[in-house]
């Protein structure tokens, strides 16, 4: 039954009211981009994707199945599985590390929360984003559902991450800088668009799944160092299955979803520049640019972990010796990693203070640094309190400027001018293949970790890419 006054049928698009008398013109209405992006995700041919985008997309799922197995055992997943398994569906699909099948929704939601929970998946520098948490959760757990080729998923996972990033070129820094955690609230449409790939959506039913995408923003940041920081990804990539297969049934939602007035964009950021999501599609890949940690937290204290313990092999370092650390850092770096006191691990990952001081104590900042034991070690606690930090402008996000005072009055001054995992110092194949062995170790037989690597460089010629995923689950 229809109201009075009203009619039938879903509001495809929405135009702003009309402005008031003498009031200054609002421009030109945006360009169609939630048409634009559902065109591109259900038709960009596979010759699009050059070599080196191809290396890129298989060094970004080899470096997530690793960390969703390292991460499956943390508390994280494993309160999110006994929280959903009673209520799961079939069967559908595995979860790396673990033992148990949910079906394919939730098992992608669990998977980006392993994936994530250690905070040592991939990273857009440009924007901050993980890009495969929520795209290669959701891809992995729906190979298993309904089988498809390993170049199938590799396309679309491609597809998907390339969107995500786009999305997050369009309003970063300011929708960041609202509160967003920017991974949730963009990884919902590659997600989406993956999932719309797989599924063979035509564009229409592909722009619908872009549409429920954008009603589903997910994230923030106030969550960081709790487990919830970890769900946003998950919770994105089920959020975008879910999207795609609503879709693929009909489900329709406004054709202007993103871009619209009172669509995605407005509601998000202050800042929306629509041409950095449209423009050379297909031509200029963000995929390409995608980074690989070699440390377990926040991206931005990088720079100071490597210039910590350069700075203590370098001169062999004892914790006794330290006087003060003094850091000149990017604005981002206390912004997300100031807490000075964590209690827990997952705080630690959100503390410059704490993971400088543990990778002068240690030498390491794996995951084993970002543990409740680590954060409470007295000789890291006794490091952290003499670390320091200042801001200066005018240095990049990628850089540091680290001072170590020493007990005999020495001085010891390191500028990282590029960290290692950056786009200029980037993580080699072989030690991917290091990182990833050592987050299996004690999850899964080196024998299975061994075939799950294979696996993963190999994706784009599998017959079944589904292999991946049964492959990663635990005996």
Known sequence: MVAAGLTAGPVLAQTPPAAPPGAAPKGPPPAPVTRILARWAATAPAEQLSEAVRKQATRTLFNWVGVAVGGSRQDAPSHAVAAIKPFSGPAQASLFGRTERLDAPNAALVNGISSHVLDFDDTHLKTIIHPAGPVASAV??????????????????????????????????EHYAMGWHITGTTGVFGAAAAIGRLLGLDEQHMLWALGIAASQPVGLKVQFGSDTKSFHPGRAAQNGMIAALLAQQGYTASEVAIEGFDGWGQALSTRHDWSQVTDGLGERWELALNTYKPFACGIVGHPAIDAAIQLRDANGLKPEQIKAVALKVHPLVLNLMGKTEPRTGLEGKFSIFHAVAVALVTGRAGEQAFTDQAVADPAVVAVRKAVTATIDPAIKADQVDMTVTLTDGRSLRLFIEHAVGSQERPMTDAQLEDKFSGLAEGILPADRARRLMDLCWQAWTLDDAGAIGRAGAAA
Request: contains cysteine; negative net charge; charged residues 15%.
């Open 140 to 173: 992995t757990a729906f190979a298993e559902y309904r089988p498809v080729s390993g170049a199938a998923l590799m396309q679309a996972l491609a597809l998907g991450c390339e969107i995500e990033c786009r999305m997050g070129n369009a309003v970063f820094p």
